[in-house]
């Protein structure tokens, strides 16, 4: 791991950590108690969580009946969440194997959180397409396997189909890598402690890591072909998962844009939401040492390009429509940014598109307080975006005969709800028991001996407060070699 | 023991004197005392309790099985009846007083679909949205199962006991009794009330029909000197002009005169026909929305264009006409000089026709066709209908009688007068105060609630009897089941209170060798004749036939202008095509029928013209005050939901008949019951609001205009429960660059366009050079469907007619109002134009596309093509990812959101065993009743020979009284559906995209000589 760093570049972890340090301040949060706000976040996400699950089992027991799609339009809440949260995953593996490759260092303060992220993401995703079944209990008739039926076998003309295998291997291969990623830190985690259950199970999940230059180099390489792995499945799963649309007939979903349109939207989301999820960590768990305000910076960034991407998706949709010439294409499109479900548009096109250009300034940036509510609002505009491309091209298709429109019952937002409790309880559970922070990553990042050669420090920085030492490294950056 | 010779040494108590306990136990394998304790557990019980419970619990984890039914085989095959194969018994439709005739499908010893008799002179084979639910009404547990006394069940012999007595004391008194019954054109019930009446010196039998055409009758009294009802022939008319006559939607006879008009305008026929129909109406009804011409008038001014147009008929007969013409109106006068004309050109080939209830309307009418000699070819009198007999002036009459407190003794057979006439809680309080009142309602309603006896009627299936629809034309009625519960013929049980008894069978037996016999046209003995009258369902019969006198001008009376209030609307109370006066308001099916124009179910409403609505501020639902204070004496409000009707007249409000009955709370749980779910009934807890009390009996007519109504807003809302919530193929205006813009999805023409057309090429099915080659080779069979969109009238028959052949569920209001209803055929309708609006009717079920969306999407592959061209849907394997229903372009696939309800055991009785019952979670829609296509399939194999052009018919095609809906197969080239499908009128929906349908539409064709916007249109498209 070890590689030359220009002097002139600006510290990825800030406060001169010692790796011994960040050993102590990662364990940290895994070793004492949870703190009031761990409990109070946990809390209200095991309600949610509560909540969800009593309506996934009232609607399982009743009908689909209890959610307010109609003959006309069959999908709503259930599958924009589950794209939704599909698209949540993408950030994960990006920048987990993508920046992996691209050798873009700073990925590694966010990384496992991030791709906890994906496999949680990927997991409120899976049950939406399950719980929307009319039969659910007949769900694993959507893979093939040998059978007494015939056999009878899966339509593989049918994007589902498709979609059933994409969702599968994208959380497998994110889960192994996750995992595989976790190895060295679990093995530190396991010396730290002495005796006890979690011990045992340290032990167990670290494989019996022991450090040495074999490991090592195993480790390495093994990561290495997982990135390499992954890396395709960040535009494949989005891209098959456009096709359920695309395939279809319907004005509004069938356009050749979908598959790159999706695959940004995904990443744009997953940003959003990884930008979420850290800043939040990021306070709450103290490691603004190693989630630097260069890392938010960067991710701003990231989030500015992506939603440029989204924007031209948009326009691009309208142009290809209004150009078709074909009339049912045109209403489609006319009708989804005026129609009835308008309101739905203008969230969209608010929030991800005229939002994210705040991000252009540098002021906004840098305070985490515009670039929280930005991440959210970014959050809840690629939701009601699913929720337009499903809801808005079904409820006009073809014939006026069968128009109606749609609202959601409770059950559904229950549903909605529920899938956010889940996500959050599993990853507040993370936070409590798993390192948030890749620290085998992290301490071949530190700048150990380089702090000396920064122009203007004669000092130690670690002698200097901590504010100042971050302004310091803003303007460095800003300024270049001084 | 041996008692043997030498004696037998014993060593133990056991071998010796004891032996023969010994003997005893040792029959048990383990012998063990007698008298052990009984608390104690053995060893032997305790082996067994623990291999039990074993054994229990292993089958019920590993198998458990639902408690042994045992299916008990017939022992001696009764004669005709083989399980699983059906039997069609011809009978009579108890729908109403129509009389069409059907032909019960049997199943296992019970009726499972009435299909129309196409033999039936009558109906010719079509059955409307009424008669098809007519056959759940069977299977109703809330009809009575037993004879009531003062609303407690009795016996029969108690019944007939008190009964008996009683008229025993009325018939020495000479005490009044009355028979009031809608109207009975059954001759053999007829005269057993005359017989039964004979008895008593002052006995009378009134007839009353709560939708009236009473009119018709007197004015004919005065004009022609009979009372009589002309048997319309619409298939005689080239010329049809009708006043308020909604003749194929409601009118006296809609299946005949459906099919009568489609005959007159059929293109395909050789010579083709197209009829001219113009309609003169202030609401839009079934019949106008069919129209040339529709000409919006308010029922005031009818009588004054009534006039003009009689007064320039007279003019161009030359015959004397003594009323007044009046002002001249010019845009109208161009209208009517061109109709007069037509009607002229056509003379003795027209028809003009009134639905008025305004004698001298009708008088007017009269003369109208007389001028125009109709009379004996258009309108028969010689063989009139008696499919209406009310009298309206009698029923005055009989009110009066009731009101003083007359009458000893009411019977009540087929009617409902306290629902069904104004003034009913007044009427209620008189009939509560006569003496005696029998009612022979089979179920208890608003009148028969109140009768001290309830001697309930079968139901027509189970009965024998007959119906004389058209004078010298009787109908019969045969039993297809045997009574479901304690119930008994009103022949039967006028014989006894009569004194003397007999079986209804034998009284209709004797009757006819009596009365319809002698009057046979074929040379047979009595025995062969009735055996071919069951089997055919009718037997011709002409009596002798009335003698009307010639036309009496001197009977025309001048018809007052119109004098209206400002600010003020008419009310006008119509039938709809499904309730009509409100006697199947328990049918769910009927009441789950969209309206073939407004699409709206579960409910009655306010039709309000668009522009009133714009003018009052009025949107869909808004609950509105009508209140009516006429000097009538009767002041009735009316509180209801707003439905803004394009093509209405500005100046009325239309409201439907036949709702608001009490029966109606049963639906409460029509509908699946969850936690958000909303209510099936309205606030009241009825199905709609009754509008009786608007309707006026005066002036010996019963009146279904209500002048100076005023309306006022409540500000509370109302849902209406609507299947459709886009009326036109034009897209909405609010959505900028593409408002306005039309689709083509119906296909309009005229005649005159189609004549410039015709000569040329008619243009190829499109699709036949695809890229790929074909997917299906469609080697055998290929199955598909025309539909003449200028034949069909949008009854809705075939509606109910798939939802009892495919055993479709009742979803209830709350779930049409969430757009889950589970019609497989729906019926588009679209507006065109602005204030005087035109309809089409597009019937739409699967296409069964060759290039199926449905069929690539669907995971599980529980939806594939057949080789015979069947978009097929597997329930067993469906999942229920509804992604099939999304990407049908057509929207036709319906999903079972919930398990619907289906509580009434009795009830489920009316399921066709030949489709399956969908549970919860699967998709299911149209499969061109491929039951039907196995059935004809086993039966060619079975005969030899390959299924015939027509032999099978969907359900829906079975029930189209107009004929509009042809099935078969496209592969031969000789069949019905190739020719139709070659035809320059055809066209598939959203062909453009390549779905390549399987159903193909025929285009709407208006006898319109001036090019209009859709003919331009047509045109432009080419």
Redesign the interface.
């Known amino acids: 791991m070890a590689e030359f760093l220009l002097p002139a570049q600006k510290p990825l972890i800030t406060g001169n950590k010692t790796p011994a340090d960040v050993t102590r301040d990662i364990c940290h949060a895994l070793e004492g108690r949870p703190t009031p706000l761990w409990w109070g976040g946990f809390l209200v996400a095991l309600a949610l969580l509560l909540l969800g699950a009593l309506a996934v089992s009232y609607e399982v027991a009743t009908g689909i009946g209890t959610w307010g799609v109609n003959r006309t339009v069959g999908w709503a809440v259930g599958i924009t969440s589950f794209v939704f949260w599909i698209g949540i995953g993408h950030a994960g593996t990006l920048i987990s194997a993508i920046l992996f490759l691209l050798r873009q260092r700073w990925r590694t303060s966010v990384n496992r959180s991030a791709e906890a992220m994906t496999i949680f993401a990927v997991m409120c995703a899976g049950i939406f397409p399950v719980i929307h079944l009319g039969r659910p209990w007949m769900a694993y008739w959507l893979f093939p396997y040998p059978n007494t039926r015939g056999p009878l076998w899966v339509n593989f003309r049918s994007p589902l189909v498709w979609d059933a295998f994409a969702v599968g291997t994208y959380f497998t291969i994110s889960l192994v890598f996750w995992y595989l990623g976790l190895i060295p830190d679990l093995a530190t985690v396991r010396d730290r402690l002495r005796g006890g259950f979690r011990h045992r199970l340290a032990s167990v999940m670290s494989l019996g890591w022991n450090g040495s230059f074999r490991t090592w180099h195993r480790y390495e390489s093994v990561y290495l072909m997982l990135a390499g792995l992954a890396t395709p499945l960040v535009l494949s799963v989005h891209t098959i998962v456009s096709w359920d649309f695309a395939t279809g007939v319907i004005p509004g979903w069938h356009a050749t844009i979908f598959p790159p349109y999706f695959v940004a939207g995904a990443i744009f989301s997953g940003v959003a939401m990884v930008l979420t999820l850290v800043l939040v960590a990021r306070k709450t768990m103290r490691l603004e040492n190693y989630i630097t305000l260069r890392h938010i910076d960067v991710m701003c960034k990231l989030l500015l390009l992506t939603s440029g991407i989204v924007a031209i998706a948009y326009a691009t949709e309208f142009f290809t429509a209004l150009y078709s010439t074909n009339p049912y294409e045109e209403f489609a499109f006319m009708n989804r940014a005026f129609g009835p479900f308008g309101w739905a548009y203008g969230i969209m096109v608010g929030c991800n598109v005229l939002t994210p250009q705040l991000l252009w300034f540098r002021k906004v940036r840098s305070n985490l307080w515009l670039v929280f509510p930005v991440s959210i609002l970014v959050n809840v505009g690629m939701w009601f975006e699913r929720f337009v491309i499903i809801v808005t091209s079904l409820h006009r298709d073809f014939l006026p005969s069968s128009w109606t429109s749609y609202r959601p019952t409770p059950i559904e937002i229950a549903m909605l709800l529920g899938s956010f409790g889940l996500f959050f309880t599993l990853f507040l559970l993370f936070c409590r028991f798993l390192p948030v922070i890749a620290m085998a990553e992290v301490k071949g990042v530190l700048h150990v001996g380089h702090q000396a050669q920064v122009p203007g420090s004669e000092r130690h920085p670690a002698q200097r407060p901590l504010e100042q030492l971050q302004t310091a490294a803003v303007r460095t950056g800003e300024g270049g070699l001084a | 023991m041996d008692s043997g010779k030498t004696p037998q040494y014993w060593k133990s108590w056991e071998e010796g004197p004891g032996a023969a306990d010994l003997v005893q136990i040792s029959t048990d394998e383990f012998p063990e005392p007698l008298d052990r304790p009984a608390e104690q557990f053995s060893r032997r019980s305790f082996l067994k309790a623990a291999g039990f419970t074993a054994a229990v619990a292993a089958a019920g984890i590993g198998c458990s099985r639902a408690p042994v039914e045992k299916a008990i085989p017939y022992l001696i095959q009764p004669e005709e009846i083989v399980p699983g194969v059906s039997y069609f018994y011809a009978t009579t439709c108890g729908g109403c007083p129509a009389a069409c005739g059907v032909l019960a499908k049997n199943r296992d010893g019970r009726p499972i679909k009435l299909e129309g008799n196409p033999q039936h002179p009558v109906s010719r084979g079509g059955l409307c949205a009424v008669g098809q639910a007519s056959l759940l009404e069977l299977y109703d547990s809330h009809r009575c199962k037993e004879p009531q006394r003062e609303g407690k069940p009795a016996t029969w012999e108690e019944v007939d006991r008190q009964i008996t007595a009683q008229l025993a004391l009325y018939r020495n008194a000479g005490s009044p009794v009355r028979f009031l019954s809608g109207t009975i054109s059954s001759p053999t019930l007829n005269a057993e009330i005359r017989k039964f009446l004979a008895q008593f010196r002052d006995a009378r039998h009134i007839v009353y029909d709560g939708l009236s055409s009473s009119a018709i009758l007197d004015a004919h009294k005065d004009t022609h000197g009979e009372r009589l009802l002309p048997h319309y022939r619409f298939d005689h008319a080239d010329v049809i002009v009708s006043f308020d006559a909604d003749f194929l939607g409601t009118w006296i006879s809609p299946v005949e005169f459906s099919r009568d008009y489609a005959a007159g305008r059929r293109l395909d026929a050789y010579p083709p026909r197209m009829s001219y129909h113009a309609q003169f109406e202030s609401r839009m009804s079934v019949t106008g929305a069919k129209a040339d011409r529709r000409i919006r008038v308010s029922p005031q001014e009818l009588g004054d264009v009534m006039v003009r147009l009689a007064g320039r008929l007279a003019h161009l007969a030359g015959a004397a006409f003594p009323l007044s013409v009046g002002a001249t109106d010019q845009p109208l006068d161009a209208s009517l000089d061109d109709l007069a004309h037509r009607l002229w050109q056509a003379r003795g080939r027209s028809l003009v026709l009134c639905g008025s209830q305004d004698i001298r309307l009708q008088v007017l009418v009269n003369f109208i066709n007389d001028v125009l000699g109709n009379y004996g070819s258009s309108l028969d009198l010689e063989r009139p209908s008696q499919q209406k007999a009310g009298n309206d002036r009698e029923l005055q009459a009989l009110l009066e009688e009731l009101r003083d407190g007359k009458i000893a003794a009411l019977f009540l057979h087929g009617v409902n007068p306290v629902y069904d006439l104004p003034n009913g809680d007044a009427l209620a309080e008189q009939i509560r105060k006569v003496p005696l009142v029998v009612s022979f309602a089979g179920r208890l309603d608003e009148t028969s609630a109140l009768a001290r006896f309830v001697c309930p009627d079968h139901h027509s299936l189970e009965s024998w009897g007959d119906a004389e629809p058209v004078r010298g034309t009787i109908s019969l009625f045969q039993p297809a089941i045997h009574p479901l519960s304690n119930t008994r013929a009103v022949l039967e049980s006028l014989a006894i209170w009569g004194g003397q008894p007999k079986a209804a069978y034998d009284i209709l037996r004797d009757y006819w060798r009596e009365n319809v016999f002698p009057q046979r046209k074929s040379d047979t003995d009595f025995q062969t004749f009735w055996d071919r009258a069951v089997e055919a369902g009718y037997a011709e019969a002409p009596s002798a036939a009335p003698k009307p006198g010639h036309f009496r001008a001197a009977t025309l009376q001048a018809v007052p202008k119109p004098a209206r209030a400002g600010g003020e609307f008419s009310v006008v109370l119509y039938p709809k095509v499904a309730m009509l006066d409100g006697r199947h308001a328990e049918n769910p099916w009927l009441q789950e029928l969209p309206d073939p124009i407004s699409k709206v179910t579960w409910d009655n409403y306010a039709c309000v013209s668009p522009a009133a609505a714009q003018r009052l501020g009025l949107k869909d639902g808004d609950v509105v005050r009508l209140e009516a204070d006429s000097g009538k004496g009767s002041a009735a409000a009316l509180e209801l939901p707003v439905y803004v009707q394009p093509g209405q007249h500005d100046q009325v409000i239309a409201v439907a008949l036949g709702y608001g009955r009490k029966a109606t709370e049963r639906f409460a749980s029509a509908g699946?019951k969850?936690?958000?779910g909303g209510p099936d009934v309205g606030e009241d807890g009825r199905i709609g609001k009754n509008a009786a009390p608007m309707l006026i009996l005066a002036g010996g007519s019963l009146q279904y205009v209500h002048d100076g109504v005023r309306l006022t807003k409540t500000g509370r809302r109302h849902a209406l429960a609507s299947t459709?919530?886009?009326?036109?193929?034009t897209?909405?205006q609010?959505?900028?660059?593409?408002?306005g813009?039309h689709?083509e999805?119906v296909r309009e023409t005229t005649v005159s366009a189609l004549l410039a057309e015709a000569g040329k090429p008619s243009p190829a099915p499109p699709g036949k050079n695809g890229l790929w080659p074909a997917d299906h080779p469609y080697n055998g069979h290929r199955w598909a469907m025309a539909i003449d969109l200028t034949a069909c009238t949008g009854c809705s028959g075939c509606v109910v007619a798939c939802q009892a052949e495919n055993n479709i569920p009742v979803v209830g209001k709350d779930?049409v109002l969430?757009?889950?209803?589970m019609h497989w055929m729906?019926i588009?309708?679209?507006y065109s134009g602005d204030a005087d609006v035109d309809v089409v009717q597009?019937p739409?079920v699967c296409q069964q596309c060759d290039n199926a969306?449905c069929e690539?999407?669907?995971?599980?592959?529980a939806t594939v093509h057949s080789a015979e061209g069947l978009n097929q849907q597997i329930y067993n394997?469906?999942?229920?990812?509804?992604?099939c229903?999304?990407?049908c372009?057509?929207?036709v696939?319906?999903?079972?959101?919930?398990?619907y309800v289906r509580n009434d055991r009795l009830q489920n009785l009316a399921l066709n065993p030949d489709v399956t019952v969908r549970s919860?979670?699967?998709?299911e829609k149209c499969s061109f009743c491929v039951q039907r296509i196995e059935a004809a399939r086993i039966e060619s194999r079975r005969r030899g020979k390959p299924i015939a052009d027509g032999q099978i018919q969907t359900a829906c095609q079975q029930s189209c009284s107009s004929q509009a809906i042809v099935f078969g197969d496209l592969n031969d080239p000789n069949s019905r559906i190739a020719r139709m499908a070659r035809d320059p009128r055809r066209f598939g929906?959203?062909e453009e995209?390549n779905?390549r349908p399987a159903v193909n539409y025929l285009a709407v064709v208006r006898n319109r000589d001036y090019a209009d916007r859709t003919s331009k249109e047509g045109q432009n498209h080419g």
């Open positions: 699946p969850w936690l958000f459709q919530t886009h009326h036109s193929l897209m909405p609010n959505v900028p660059l593409v408002g813009e689709r999805i779930e969430r757009h889950r209803e729906r588009d309708r679209y597009q739409m969306p690539t999407v669907c995971p599980v592959v394997r469906c999942v229920g990812t509804r992604y229903a999304n990407n372009p057509y929207k696939r319906r999903f079972n959101w919930f398990n919860r979670g699967v998709m929906v959203l995209f779905f």
